[in-house]
């Protein structure tokens, strides 16, 4: 089997049955998709499948064989944040770390497939994902704001703190 993982094509030696989670984390050592649940229902796990957001842990890797991947590690990088990584960190949209990833993939979809600045489109479109910090507010103006364009100081937060560790705990 082959993944473009972050737009680098890459051979996985895994078995056809192993989880597209486990390729990630465990032969790949890519930990910002989180294995929460490992049911599908929480949504720490998601990342970009052909640009659409999957649940990593309920994914054969065989099912996606020649696919693009996209983790977080895709969307920008500590030096230079993606519109959504700033958005998380101007709005303090992420407190322990353990949904960001997920989250600001889903986020991603949802902004690259024209979504809205609508509250409840975008709380219809992180469905699914569950936060057990931020009560889900912060994460809405985070999207809504990167929707309208607006821009941000990535170094600091709304809330005046900074934060650079977007990519959680492995
Ligand atoms: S770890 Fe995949 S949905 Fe929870
Ligand atoms: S920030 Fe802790 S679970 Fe969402």
Redo the contacts with the bound molecule.
């Keep these: 089997m082959n993944l473009t993982i972050n737009g680098v094509e890459t051979p996985i030696e895994s078995g056809p049955l192993t989880s597209l989670?486990d390729v990630l984390r465990e032969e790949l050592g890519i930990t910002s998709p989180?294995?929460?649940?490992?049911?599908?229902?929480?949504?720490?796990?998601?990342v970009l499948v052909d640009g659409e957001p999957r649940?990593?842990?309920?994914t054969p890797a065989a099912s996606v064989d020649g696919a693009a991947i996209t983790t977080v590690e895709g969307l920008g990088t500590p030096e230079n944040l993606s519109p959504v990584q700033q958005a998380f960190t101007h709005h303090y949209a992420a407190q322990c770390g353990f949904c960001t990833s997920g989250m600001m993939m889903a986020s991603q979809a949802y902004i690259d497939g024209g979504g809205t600045d609508d509250r409840e489109a975008i709380q219809h479109a992180l469905g699914g994902h569950v936060c057990r910090c931020t009560g889900y507010v912060k994460i809405i103006d985070a999207v809504a704001a990167v929707v309208r364009g607006e821009s941000f100081d990535p170094n600091v937060t709304a809330a005046g703190t900074a934060m650079t560790n977007l990519g959680g705990m492995a």
């Design positions: 989670l989180k294995a929460g649940c490992e049911q599908g229902g929480c949504g720490a796990c998601t649940r990593s842990c309920l």
